[in-house]
Nanobody
Framework: EIHLVESGGGLVQAGGSLRLSCAAS????????IGWVRQVPGKPHEGVSS????????YYGGSVQGRATISSDNAKNTVYLQMDSLEPEDTAVYYC????????????????????WGQGIQVTVSS
């Protein structure tokens, strides 16, 4: 059974930074893409970033391009999302997602298609 556990969320001031972590288990890490999807209540899911573990290719949504960096520690089966220059508009619940076939920009453009989801973690950016 796939488990994805997010950590690192919380309250941060605008302009600040935080790093989200996603600890994965229950599957062959290198065979998957791992993504970050966020949601504001009442709005649809938004693809934030993803990484294809096998080749390390990284993808970013337009709203975080240049402010976010996704990385993976394959020895720890963990993916990180570093977010800088945070804005109040980044306030959302952030979900770690995994899928064996939802690769690249397609996964960001179709965030509801991710096969596995973590429980989500709140990120609040105050102005």
């Amino acid at each position: 059974e796939i488990h994805l556990v997010e950590s690192g969320g919380g309250l941060v001031q605008a302009g600040g930074s935080l790093r989200l972590s996603c600890a994965a288990s229950g599957f062959t890490f290198e065979d998957y893409a791992i993504g970050w999807v966020r949601q504001v209540p009442g709005k649809p899911h938004e693809g934030v970033s993803s990484i294809t573990i096998s080749d390390g290719k990284k993808y970013y949504g337009g709203s975080v391009q240049g402010r976010a960096t996704i990385s993976s520690d394959n020895a720890k089966n963990t993916v990180y999302l570093q977010m800088d220059s945070l804005e109040p508009e980044d306030t959302a619940v952030y979900y770690c997602t995994a899928d064996q076939f939802l690769l690249g920009q397609w996964g960001l453009s179709n965030p509801d298609l991710w096969d596995s989801w973590g429980q989500g973690i709140q990120v609040t950016v105050s102005s």
